[in-house]
């Protein structure tokens, strides 16, 4: 059983920058971010495979860096060049399997609980 505990997120105006973090007990080999908008479905925005795979959304390519450290077991979001679309509550989720390209909700099991992110 995977368990994920998300930090960061908070509020900042357009332009600014901020850095989530989740960490995860139990075996991962895969992380994701997604983001909710109000009023808006579930999005997906990035992977990391602990293979060093990364693969990004189109809306966040360029203003987003996803990582993980060495230990592999805090993995990362930092957010450059934030707008006002990017507002959302922000969750890590992870699978055991490799990311492969997706980032379809269903394919990850185990989900952090979420950390607000305003940009106004």
């Known amino acids: 059983h995977v368990q994920l505990v998300e930090s960061g997120g908070g509020s900042v105006q357009a332009g600014g920058s901020l850095r989530l973090s989740c960490v995860a007990s139990g075996n991962t080999k895969c992380m994701a971010w997604f983001r909710q908008a109000p009023g808006k479905e579930r999005e997906g925005i990035a992977n990391?495979?602990?293979?060093?795979?990364?693969f990004y959304a189109q809306s966040v390519k360029g203003r987003f860096t996803a990582s993980k450290d060495k230990v592999e077991t805090t993995w990362q979001l930092q957010m450059n060049s934030l707008k006002p679309d990017d507002t959302g509550m922000y969750y890590c989720?992870?699978?055991?399997?490799?990311?492969?390209?997706?980032?379809?909700?269903?394919?990850?099991?185990?989900w952090g609980q979420g950390t607000q992110v305003t940009v106004s």
């Open positions: 990391v495979d602990m293979t060093g795979k990364i």
């Open positions: 989720a992870a699978r055991t399997d490799y990311c492969g390209y997706t980032l379809q909700e269903r394919h990850y099991p185990f």
